[in-house]
């Protein structure tokens, strides 16, 4: 069933491991690094140069000694963020353990700055209302599973390496936990 959904979903099940993706996308649309501080996050807000995460920062860890992008790092916390989740939904549980700082996709750096173009924005905003109906209304497989099928969607196009990971988060049958 999973596997059907999945296929419906023109997603391909090659598996070349985690990792950066800077070689996924020819889009060359640099962002703009023009001095503007506010808290919106959009596709127009421009990315600051030297905080961790960015081209010149890379964020070190032991998963990556050689330093990943704040966008890679924001990606391994959402990774995270739905591996507890997943539980809850499997126990029906209505109570769901709370996710922050998702609407981040939009401002953070990518190890390739030329990804952040009008296909990567309409994927993120499918993500984050996806996780907005998730969190709205009363948890159930399929509203879970929107949110996962909106990983994909970008991932299929931007970054296929992490894919099979993103599968696993997958939820198979209607299960609706409401009554
Ligand atoms: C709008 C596009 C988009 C969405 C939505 C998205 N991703 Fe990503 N993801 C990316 C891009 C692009 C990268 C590569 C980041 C980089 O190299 O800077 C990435 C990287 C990753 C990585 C690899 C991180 C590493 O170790 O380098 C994982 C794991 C991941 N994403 C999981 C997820 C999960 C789980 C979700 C949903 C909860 C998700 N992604 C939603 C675009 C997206």
């Given at each position: 069933?999973?596997?059907?959904?999945?296929?419906?979903?023109?997603?391909?099940l090659l598996?070349?491991?985690?990792?950066?993706?800077?070689?996924?996308?020819?889009?060359?649309?640099?962002?703009?690094?023009?001095?503007?501080?506010?808290?919106?996050?959009?596709?127009?807000?421009?990315?600051?140069?030297?905080?961790?995460g960015s081209?010149?920062?890379?964020?070190?860890?032991?998963?990556?000694?050689?330093?990943?992008?704040?966008?890679?790092?924001?990606?391994?916390?959402?990774?995270?963020?739905?591996?507890?989740?997943?539980?809850?939904?499997?126990?029906?549980?209505?109570?769901?353990?709370?996710?922050?700082?998702?609407?981040?996709?939009?401002?953070?750096?990518?190890?390739?700055?030329?990804?952040?173009?009008?296909?990567?924005?309409?994927?993120?905003?499918?993500?984050?209302?996806?996780?907005?109906?998730?969190?709205?209304?009363?948890?159930t497989n399929?509203?879970?599973?929107?949110?996962?099928?909106?990983?994909?969607?970008?991932?299929?196009?931007?970054?296929?390496?992490?894919?099979?990971?993103?599968?696993?988060?997958?939820?198979?049958?209607?299960?609706?936990?409401?009554?």
């Amino acid at each position: 069933m999973a596997q059907h959904i999945i296929a419906r979903l023109g997603i391909f099940l090659l598996c070349i491991g985690i990792g950066a993706c800077e070689t996924s996308s020819n889009a060359n649309n640099s962002p703009s690094q023009t001095a503007a501080s506010s808290k919106a996050c959009t596709l127009a807000t421009p990315l600051k140069p030297g905080i961790p995460g960015s081209p010149d920062n890379p964020i070190k860890s032991d998963i990556n000694p050689n330093g990943d992008s704040e966008l890679s790092h924001l990606m391994r916390k959402m990774l995270k963020d739905l591996q507890k989740i997943r539980p809850s939904i499997l126990a029906q549980s209505k109570t769901i353990p709370p996710v922050q700082g998702h609407e981040r996709i939009r401002c953070s750096w990518p190890s390739d700055p030329g990804i952040r173009g009008p296909l990567f924005g309409a994927l993120s905003d499918t993500y984050l209302s996806s996780l907005k109906f998730f969190e709205s209304t009363a948890p159930t497989n399929d509203s879970y599973n929107g949110v996962v099928a909106a990983c994909l969607g970008c991932h299929n196009s931007f970054c296929p390496g992490p894919i099979h990971l993103i599968q696993n988060l997958w939820i198979e049958g209607p299960g609706d936990s409401s009554p």
